[in-house]
């Protein structure tokens, strides 16, 4: 299984920006479908952004859409997220994973969650 870990959350004020960064174990990153998910307190975990291995063109939540941008850099193992006017609602703990795409739909196939990382926006 692809080992993930997530880093670059914190603590910032509403309309401020984040970078998050997920760098991926494994040789076949390049092929991998990538996917970024949040989970709020009391609330289920969500999609925010995905992007397919052979296509840059990245799908995104409506609620972020304009705000985020996700980005990787196959190099580096790594996939990022750049959130910009970042809002209170953006508050949770922020996940990536390898994703399958379907017919629109993302599947993320992470089996361990793990920590992720945690970005708080103050109002």
């Known amino acids: 299984q692809v080992q993930l870990v997530e880093s670059g959350g914190g603590l910032v004020q509403a309309g401020g920006s984040l970078r998050l960064s997920c760098v991926a174990s494994?040789?076949?990153?390049?092929?991998?479908?990538m996917g970024w998910f949040r989970q709020a307190p009391g609330k289920e975990r969500e999609f925010v952004a995905a992007?397919?291995?052979?296509?840059?063109?990245?799908k995104y939540a409506d609620s972020v859409k304009g705000r985020f941008i996700m980005s990787r850099d196959n190099s580096k193992n790594t996939v990022f997220l750049q959130m910009s006017s970042l809002k209170p609602e953006d508050t949770a703990v922020y996940y990536c994973?390898?994703?399958?795409?379907?017919?629109?739909?993302?599947?993320?196939?992470?089996?361990?969650w793990g920590q992720g990382t945690q970005v708080t926006v103050s109002s």
């Open positions: 994973s390898v994703v399958n795409l379907v017919g629109g739909t993302v599947l993320p196939q992470r089996r361990d």
């Open positions: 494994g040789r076949a990153f390049s092929r991998y479908s």
């Open positions: 992007q397919h291995w052979s296509n840059p063109q990245t």
